[in-house]
């Protein structure tokens, strides 16, 4: 509990400019994460939780998208401050990501362990032999048999499983203070998903690693996160512990989506569904972004845009039915 | 399965693909067993579901019957007619009545045709209806799928991803199938827009009383959506039981792995964990007896050396498990 706070995030605003007008992807995100925790970042396609991981990473797809706002304060520091240079030697070293697909983010045409000793080499400063045994080592951890044989091959050689554990080798090699993983285990088999799943959970046990997991899964929050942001349309509208969150959902949006849900264990006969589709994120509505599509619009809704307000412990939510008197 | 009049009957369906290697002097080198004597049928009205990991056969399984692949051995039986010795009118009758779902709706529309003409096509190769008549069919199905008549003049790409799938389910719909094989409907989908397609397959299903085969490899979803569920590992059925039977009581080793890997809807949800070693072994060498047994914690003698067969546990629960009757 008294652990120090590794990453904050203070009113990030990423916005896209484009010919249609200026689309809002990330609009004004603030959370905490605290060394060793995992936060999970749930939310549809669209909803900026990727845009929000490609903002602290500084890596926003020039020129169209900008962060013109807000402050990544990551151990200390501003990293918004940092020159591009700086930022080289903080991701991959101490920030490192894995993203959805394995395959595109392995080299076809160099060896698993040229792969996994780069970053040791280029962070690390130490000879290629040295980096290689480290790499064995790397595999050895995630799991990898026979690393000595595997570590001569090719990605096209692996299964999707092993190539993203493949990847965890490469962004724990430099034992990052900070790990994110982009929908980690989507393009993974469901057994393979657990396994994965259990790794990523004993490295982060061993090492006190924290993680920002992004995902659209209930699942996966449920069964790695210790916290979780809900997102809509570029803005956090819950925010809470995640025995909380499951226990008592509170927002509209976040109640409507765990219900949507087929679960294994209670057997209902219709899925709640939410109507209509997210909103154009270059046209957003005046007031709350989910009130078009909320069941329990109020008129304060559609005019605007609600404040954040706590409504338990650590439990945050931006919604007008969770604020209690307007004082003004 | 007693109390249900049988649409679609699938009885020992065996797929193999020859495996080829070189160019020009390309030999056959082994062969792949996509499907490997598969016994299991889908009632009339009834949602059957078939689930396991990649390569387990089940797309395949659903190309046999949309007869997009040829059969290696086996029969496939609808309406009691083996549908290999169909005569032309009654292929085609059978090619009319069986219809698809596919998972991706990005790449099942093209993207040069208004939706209307879309829906529209299957009716038209099909049938010698007027202008006007297939105008109004078109109408009724954009209608029940939820999309609105206007929707009609519209292009692919002006949807999104659920409405899309809504076309293509409008699609499936206009010829009045008694099958609809939906291949992973969902997956693509995002989360709130799974349940409004999930919630209008039900309904349709109700509507207009069409068996669905659905392929997935989400266990809740199929779960759902399914009255009985088949359990598939590396082209051999290992399990058949009620949706609800097969959720309470799995039986067999790898349904029991796949239950425990689904994810569960609560963090307080304590289930049992088992994390199964290793991956699925390659299809072009299978392991010898029961293709399981290496992942396998509770393998003995018998499943190296001998491929189980599906039997009958009691109430429509069927297993291939040596080690089922012991338990």
């Keep these: 509990m008294n652990s120090k706070t590794i990453l904050e995030v203070k009113d990030l605003k990423t916005y896209f400019f484009t010919r249609h007008g200026v689309a809002k992807a990330v609009d004004g995100v603030s959370f905490r994460l605290k060394e060793g925790e995992t936060l999970g970042l749930v939310g549809e396609s669209g909803c900026g939780k990727s845009m929000t991981c490609l903002s602290i990473m500084r890596l926003v797809p020039q020129p169209a998208g900008r962060i013109v706002g807000g402050k990544i304060i990551f151990d200390g520091v501003d990293l918004l401050s940092k020159s591009e240079k700086e930022m080289r030697s903080i991701r991959g070293k101490r920030i490192s990501m894995i993203l959805q697909d394995p395959m595109t983010s392995l080299n076809p045409l160099f060896t698993i362990g040229e792969q996994v000793a780069e970053p040791i080499i280029i962070h690390q400063k130490i000879d290629r032999a040295k980096a290689w045994e480290k790499a064995q080592e790397m595999l050895m951890l995630v799991k990898i048999q026979s690393p000595e044989v595997r570590i001569m091959e090719y990605p096209h050689q692996m299964s999707g499983g092993m190539r993203q554990r493949i990847v965890g080798a490469m962004v724990l090699s430099c034992q990052p203070d900070l790990l994110i993983a982009d929908e980690p285990t989507t393009s993974l088999d469901v057994t393979i998903q657990a396994q994965f799943l259990r790794l990523l959970k004993e490295i982060q046990q061993r090492s006190n690693l924290s993680m920002i997991v992004v995902t659209h899964d209930f699942g996966i929050v449920a069964k790695v996160c210790d916290r979780v942001a809900v997102m809509y349309a570029g803005r956090i509208v819950e925010y809470a512990g995640i025995r909380e969150l499951f226990n008592h959902p509170t927002h509209p949006y976040t109640k409507a989506l765990m219900d949507s849900i087929p679960k294994m264990e209670v057997k209902v006969d219709r899925l709640y569904s939410i109507e209509g589709q997210p909103p154009d994120l270059a046209n957003l509505p005046a007031g709350c972004n989910f009130a078009p599509r909320c069941s329990q619009t109020m008129e304060i809704c559609e005019k605007e845009p609600p404040r954040e307000s706590v409504v338990g412990d650590g439990h945050k939510v931006s919604c007008w039915l969770s604020t209690p008197k307007r004082n003004e | ?327």
């Design chain 2, 1 to 327: 399965m007693n109390r249900m009049e049988v649409l679609l009957e699938v009885k020992e369906l065996t797929k193999y693909f020859p495996v080829a290697k070189g160019i020009i002097f390309s030999k056959v080198i082994g062969v792949l067993k996509a499907v490997d004597a598969v016994n299991f049928s889908i009632g009339k009205n009834e949602t059957f579901g078939l689930v396991g990991e990649s390569g387990c056969g089940k797309t395949t399984t659903a190309k046999l019957i949309l007869m997009l692949e040829d059969i290696t051995s086996g029969t496939i039986l609808f309406n009691g007619k083996d549908i290999r010795q169909l005569s032309r009118p009654d292929l085609k009758n059978y090619r009319r009545v069986v219809q698809a779902v596919f998972q991706n709706p990005y790449g099942s529309l093209s993207p040069r045709m208004r939706v209307r003409d879309i829906i529209a096509e299957p009716l038209v190769v099909n049938n010698t209806l007027s202008r006007y008549e297939v105008k109004e069919r078109v109408a009724h199905v954009l209608e029940v799928v939820g999309l609105g008549e206007e929707k009609g003049d519209l292009y692919p790409h002006e949807f999104s991803g659920g409405q899309r799938q809504r076309i293509a389910v409008a699609r499936a719909l206009i010829l009045n199938p008694s099958l609809i094989i939906l291949d992973e409907p969902v997956s693509a989908l995002d989360v709130s827009i799974r349940a409004q397609i999930i919630n209008l397959l039900i309904d349709i299903q109700e509507q207009f009383g069409i068996s669905y085969l659905l392929i997935a490899h989400d266990l809740a979803v199929v779960k759902h959506m399914s009255h009985r569920i088949g359990v598939m590992y590396l082209g051999k059925l290992v399990e058949v039981a009620e949706s609800e039977e097969l959720h309470k009581n799995p039986l067999h080793p790898y349904t029991r792995a796949l239950h425990s890997a689904a994810l569960p809807s609560h963090p307080d949800d304590q289930r049992e964990e088992i994390i199964l070693p290793g991956e699925v072994p390659s299809p072009l060498h299978p392991p010898s007896g029961c293709r399981f047994h290496p992942r396998c914690s509770e393998a003995e003698a018998i499943c190296h050396a001998e491929m189980p067969v599906l039997v009958d546990v009691g109430g429509g629960h069927r297993i291939a498990c040596h080690l089922a009757k012991v338990r």
